[in-house]
């Protein structure tokens, strides 16, 4: 365990890190992932093949998820996402990120945002480091432009994202 740990602290990576990511995104698939996004997902989580981001905050709005600007329109199988997170943590390490978004913008605050399940390995996604003063880069800003997804990478429910988050997060 100990050469794990001193492996995975040289890319600033800790093993609490990589579990809680990795356990938090299978909760999520399996509380609200449809059998298909089960089978692909999990396995690969689970044997650590995978790691997953989540994008959550943004510039202007803080921590308050409410507040999501990053948009995603349905163009006809597929969404387009347009936006940026910022303070996602292992977003350059990461294969997948768990990524909210406006989906409805006439809706109010906390209503109208959904859970996607973006593939990291794609056109359109800009992975930056945040260098902190200690000049380690723990945390990314995400810049998504014009990426496009299979529409069946919603998590949930359409427009009840907020509800996912919340659970998430407690």
Same mark, same amino acid.
Request: glycine share 12%.
């Given at each position: 365990?100990?050469?794990?740990?001193?492996?995975? $602290?040289?890319?600033? +990576?800790?093993?609490?890190?990589?579990?809680?990511?990795?356990?938090?995104?299978?909760?999520? +698939?399996?509380?609200?992932?449809?059998?298909?996004?089960?089978?692909? *997902?999990?396995?690969? !989580? &689970?044997?650590?093949?995978? /790691?997953?981001?989540?994008? /959550? =905050?943004?510039?202007?709005?803080?921590? %308050?998820?409410?507040?999501? &600007?990053?948009?995603?329109?349905?163009?006809?199988?597929?969404?387009?996402?347009?936006?940026?997170? +910022? *303070?996602?943590?292992?977003?350059?390490?990461?294969?997948?990120?768990?990524?909210?978004?406006?989906?409805?913008?006439?809706?109010?605050?906390?209503?109208?945002? $959904?859970?996607?399940?973006? %593939?990291?390995?794609?056109?359109?996604?800009?992975?930056?480091? !945040?260098?902190?003063? =200690?000049?380690?880069? %723990?945390?990314?800003?995400?810049?998504?432009?014009?990426?496009?997804?299979?529409?069946?990478? /919603?998590?949930?429910?359409?427009?009840?994202?907020? $509800?996912?988050?919340?659970?998430? /997060? %407690?």
């Amino acid at each position: 365990m100990c050469v794990v740990t001193e492996e995975l $602290s040289r890319g600033y +990576i800790g093993v609490g890190s990589l579990g809680t990511r990795s356990e938090i995104a299978a909760e999520l +698939i399996m509380g609200g992932g449809t059998e298909e996004q089960k089978k692909e *997902w999990l396995p690969k !989580l &689970a044997a650590g093949e995978y /790691l997953g981001a989540f994008g /959550l =905050t943004e510039p202007g709005a803080g921590s %308050d998820s409410g507040a999501t &600007a990053t948009t995603a329109v349905l163009d006809g199988d597929e969404w387009v996402i347009n936006g940026q997170k +910022i *303070w996602t943590s292992t977003a350059d390490k990461s294969q997948m990120m768990f990524v909210l978004v406006r989906t409805e913008p006439d809706a109010q605050k906390h209503a109208g945002i $959904s859970y996607l399940l973006i %593939d990291m390995n794609q056109p359109g996604i800009d992975v930056r480091p !945040l260098k902190q003063m =200690t000049g380690n880069a %723990d945390f990314n800003e995400v810049f998504l432009d014009d990426v496009r997804i299979p529409r069946e990478n /919603l998590v949930g429910e359409l427009n009840q994202g907020w $509800s996912i988050a919340r659970s998430s /997060l %407690d």
